[in-house]
């Protein structure tokens, strides 16, 4: 199963997105949150992010679904081609597409396609 890191300036809202997440996806999602700093401190950690791989990697690639701005530029630097994607996706959205797709079994190309189909969906 592809696994999925939520990357968030904040501690809280990184695992707020899991919950729900596996909520929604089903309690078995590979999914981790790494958010904040170790410190506790808004902010972001590549020590934390690169925890959250090593729990979610089960050998079918990770997808990072970061929140904005540094924390996207921060999980950029562990992309591996093939294997380790950051999305440019919404972050709830994606994060859910994302755990759907990843949860029916399919592989990482299309776990990230669906999650980027999120930026498409419309609310109203």
Do not use: C, N
């Amino acid at each position: 199963m592809v696994g999925l890191v939520l990357v968030a300036h904040s501690a809280g809202l990184a695992a707020e997105a899991v919950a729900l997440v596996k909520g929604i996806a089903g309690a078995d999602t590979a999914v981790a949150a790494a958010g904040g700093r170790e410190s506790g401190e808004l902010g972001t950690s590549l020590d934390l992010i690169e925890a959250a791989i090593r729990v979610v990697d089960q050998g079918d690639g990770v997808v990072i679904i970061a929140d904005l701005g540094s924390s996207v530029l921060t999980a950029r630097l562990v992309e591996e081609e093939g294997r380790v994607v950051v999305a440019d996706v919404p972050f709830v959205e994606g994060a859910i597409a994302a755990a759907v797709a990843a949860g029916a079994g399919a592989p990482l190309a299309d776990v990230l396609e669906a999650a980027e189909e999120a930026r498409t969906f419309r609310k109203l």
